[in-house]
């Protein structure tokens, strides 16, 4: 899904919204306008692995009842149906589906997808079990406005014992980069503005992680994949974590940050698809999480950072996100030793 990317058109009128909380209505109003549609269904890199998972495993679709949780413009539901599905039943809250029943209608398949407006935890499915559940709900930083929760409901709700989820795995990785210039830019900028003190300012910006397209050669440690969450068995109670995480550093450089990404597996397939969103292969629309340290760690090749990753959905507004990254250069150069700890807001 295309996180945030809606605030870039105007959100038009609400709907049928007004008894949701208004910060539920402002995330379903940025699914209408069909330009956050046309964001992801370019996205080749995400719209090519659903469409292959899907279509290189015809055995596996064949006359089963699918399930598209968040379907937008049917595009997955479009695929399983060609696939050989026997019905698909995609379900949005979202005005987008208004068109989306359209779209099905144009392309012949009205009588195989049904399609039903409403929240995927209300609305009344024409079935009481489904075979397959299919969805794209990552968001930035995989987690950041939480529909991973709307999946494991349609999942514990509906599928049935042995039935199928795609994707079913993912997984979030840190690397260390060394950004110097645009850390300046964002974050130094406030050290002296127009001659004056701006430094609670800065406070501010250095809570806030950046989505941004990182360079594969600002990458200055391994990546390190920290955490993966089984489709199958995760519950929403496991989306709040602590986890440790090291990386190893591959060349002498700084670190100004750490990046965040995510991988995608579709492994109950007969040929298993994967993607990712690292900095090191092709772009998507998800880019990278960026958060900048407080320090600069001055690090040597071979030596390592540690620390943990620290992730629970804000309490105010569970869309939002509460990251914490703690680090530690270990180093037998005591100039050089350095501890710490980002706290972060995604909202
Ligand atoms: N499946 C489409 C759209 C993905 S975007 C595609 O791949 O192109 C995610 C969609 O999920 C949005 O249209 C959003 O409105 C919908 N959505 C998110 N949470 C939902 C919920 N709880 N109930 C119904 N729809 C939801």
Same mark, same amino acid.
């Given at each position: 899904?295309?996180?945030?990317?809606? =605030?870039?058109? !105007?959100?038009?009128?609400?709907?049928?919204?007004?008894?949701?909380?208004?910060?539920?209505?402002?995330?379903?109003?940025?699914?209408?306008?069909?330009?956050?549609?046309? %964001?992801?269904?370019?996205? %080749?890199?995400?719209?090519?692995?659903?469409?292959? =998972?899907?279509?290189?495993?015809?055995?596996?679709?064949?006359?089963?009842?699918?399930? #598209?949780?968040?379907?937008?413009?049917?595009?997955?539901?479009?695929?399983?149906?060609?696939?050989?599905?026997?019905?698909?039943?995609?379900?949005?809250?979202?005005?987008?589906?208004?068109?989306?029943?359209?779209?099905?209608?144009?392309?012949?398949?009205?009588?195989?997808?049904?399609?039903?407006?409403?929240?995927?935890?209300?609305?009344?499915?024409?079935?009481?079990?489904? #075979?397959?559940?299919?969805?794209?709900?990552?968001?930035?930083?995989?987690?950041?406005? $939480?529909?991973?929760?709307?999946?494991?409901?349609?999942?514990?709700?509906?599928?049935? %014992?042995?039935?199928?989820?795609?994707?079913?795995?993912?997984?979030?990785?840190?690397?260390?980069?060394?950004?110097?210039?645009?850390?300046?830019?964002?974050?130094?900028?406030?050290?002296?503005?127009?001659?004056?003190?701006?430094?609670?300012?800065?406070?501010?910006?250095?809570? %806030? !992680?950046?989505?941004?397209?990182?360079?594969?050669?600002?990458?200055?440690?391994?990546?390190? !994949?920290? +955490?993966?969450? #089984?489709?199958?068995?995760?519950?929403?109670?496991?989306?709040?974590? $602590? +986890?440790?995480?090291?990386?190893?550093?591959?060349?002498?450089?700084?670190?100004?940050?750490?990046?965040?990404?995510?991988?995608?597996?579709? $492994?109950?397939?007969?040929?298993? +698809?994967?993607?990712?969103?690292?900095?090191?292969?092709?772009?998507?629309?998800?880019?990278?999480?960026?958060?900048?340290?407080?320090?600069?760690?001055?690090?040597?090749?071979?030596?390592?950072?540690?620390?943990?990753?620290?992730?629970? !959905? $804000?309490?105010?507004?569970?869309?939002?996100?509460?990251?914490?990254?703690?680090?530690?250069?270990?180093?037998? #150069?005591?100039?050089?030793?350095?501890?710490?700890?980002?706290?972060?807001?995604?909202?």
């Amino acid at each position: 899904m295309a996180t945030k990317a809606a =605030s870039a058109h !105007p959100a038009p009128k609400p709907t049928d919204l007004s008894a949701m909380a208004h910060s539920e209505a402002h995330y379903f109003n940025s699914y209408n306008h069909h330009g956050i549609h046309e %964001e992801m269904l370019k996205d %080749e890199v995400r719209t090519k692995s659903y469409r292959d =998972s899907i279509y290189q495993n015809p055995h596996i679709f064949k006359d089963k009842i699918v399930l #598209d949780v968040g379907c937008g413009t049917a595009i997955l539901s479009m695929f399983a149906v060609k696939a050989g599905a026997k019905h698909v039943i995609g379900v949005d809250m979202s005005t987008i589906i208004e068109k989306a029943k359209e779209i099905v209608e144009v392309n012949g398949m009205s009588d195989k997808i049904t399609l039903l407006q409403g929240k995927m935890e209300e609305v009344k499915l024409p079935f009481p079990k489904v #075979d397959i559940i299919i969805s794209e709900w990552m968001g930035y930083f995989l987690l950041y406005e $939480s529909m991973m929760d709307t999946v494991l409901y349609a999942r514990d709700q509906y599928l049935v %014992e042995g039935g199928l989820i795609f994707p079913d795995k993912a997984t979030i990785f840190l690397a260390g980069i060394e950004d110097g210039d645009y850390k300046e830019e964002k974050i130094g900028f406030w050290d002296n503005v127009w001659g004056f003190d701006y430094s609670p300012l800065k406070k501010t910006a250095l809570t %806030e !992680p950046l989505v941004d397209t990182v360079d594969f050669k600002a990458v200055v440690t391994d990546p390190a !994949p920290v +955490i993966t969450f #089984d489709l199958y068995t995760v519950t929403a109670a496991d989306l709040a974590f $602590s +986890i440790p995480y090291e990386l190893t550093v591959r060349r002498n450089d700084f670190v100004h940050a750490v990046i965040a990404w995510f991988d995608i597996e579709f $492994s109950k397939c007969h040929k298993p +698809i994967k993607f990712s969103t690292g900095p090191h292969t092709k772009y998507t629309h998800w880019k990278q999480t960026v958060f900048y340290l407080q320090d600069v760690l001055t690090v040597e090749e071979g030596e390592k950072i540690t620390g943990t990753l620290e992730n629970k !959905p $804000s309490e105010k507004n569970h869309r939002d996100l509460d990251i914490k990254i703690s680090y530690t250069l270990h180093t037998e #150069d005591m100039h050089r030793q350095a501890t710490g700890e980002g706290v972060y807001k995604m909202c």
